[in-house]
């Protein structure tokens, strides 16, 4: 994971971005208890059951942040266009016009399926971009270290896994990448 460089304008709100380093979780069990529903829909490959549970994953966390809700579209592959300006996006894509979040079951290159980890990951990663704009107002959502520190807290609640310490290392232009060794290592 990379982060962007801090763009010409807005740079204040770039920079809060990037120091809100964690935010509120839901602390009862029914942000897990879905997201297992999802993993289950993945595994037996049940379509409308996996959209209704990913809707419902992102209905529950809309109302717990008291955010609009937004709308979700489980694809089979990634669409033919994908907005230039969000083609880090491998898994999944956010429009803040219409609060939609698309998230695709294959990968684009090697036609993989997407595990349950990178797609559940996806997920809070999207949702996190309708944080950015529903929640802390910001006016765009970049890919900042407090943005994918947020959607790891997120993450890791949502599938009940202990949050490992992201180790950031500088790789220039003030953009930062994640060293995992180092992260797995927790140091
Ligand atoms: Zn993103």
Same mark, same amino acid.
Not at 15 to 28: F, M
Not at 59 to 73: A, D, G, I, Q, T
């Given at each position: 994971m990379v982060t962007e460089s801090?763009? $010409?304008?807005? $740079?204040? &709100?770039? +920079?809060? =971005?990037?120091?809100?380093?964690?935010?509120?979780?839901? @602390?009862? @069990?029914?942000l897990p208890l879905i997201a297992?529903?999802?993993? !289950?829909?993945?595994? =037996?490959?049940?379509?409308?059951? !996996?959209?209704?549970?990913?809707?419902?994953? !992102?209905?529950? +966390?809309? &109302?717990?942040?008291?955010?609009?809700?937004?709308?979700?579209?489980? +694809?089979?592959? $990634?669409?033919?266009?994908?907005?230039?300006?969000? =083609?880090? &996006? +491998?898994?999944?894509?956010?429009s803040p016009d219409t609060m939609l979040i698309r998230v695709w079951r294959q990968t684009a290159v090697r036609k993989e399926i997407t595990s349950y980890g990178t797609f559940l990951s996806t997920l809070c990663h999207e949702f996190c971009h309708h944080l950015d704009f529903e929640k802390f107002g910001f006016p765009d959502s970049w890919h900042t270290r407090g943005f994918y520190e947020r959607a790891a807290v997120l993450y890791h609640r949502a599938r009940g896994t202990p949050l490992k310490k992201l180790v950031w290392v500088p790789i220039g232009r003030q953009r930062w990448r994640i060293d995992w060794q180092r992260t797995s290592r927790g140091r």
């Open positions: 801090p763009p $010409r304008t807005h $740079r204040a &709100e770039f +920079l809060e =971005s990037d120091r809100i380093k964690t935010i509120d979780v839901p @602390q009862d @069990q029914h297992e529903s999802i993993e !289950l829909a993945m595994k =037996s490959d049940k379509a409308p059951e !996996l959209r209704r549970a990913c809707s419902e994953f !992102l209905k529950h +966390l809309s &109302e717990f942040y008291k955010v609009p809700n937004c709308e979700v579209r489980v +694809l089979a592959a $990634r669409p033919p266009h994908v907005r230039e300006s969000w =083609s880090m &996006e +491998l898994f999944g894509d956010y």
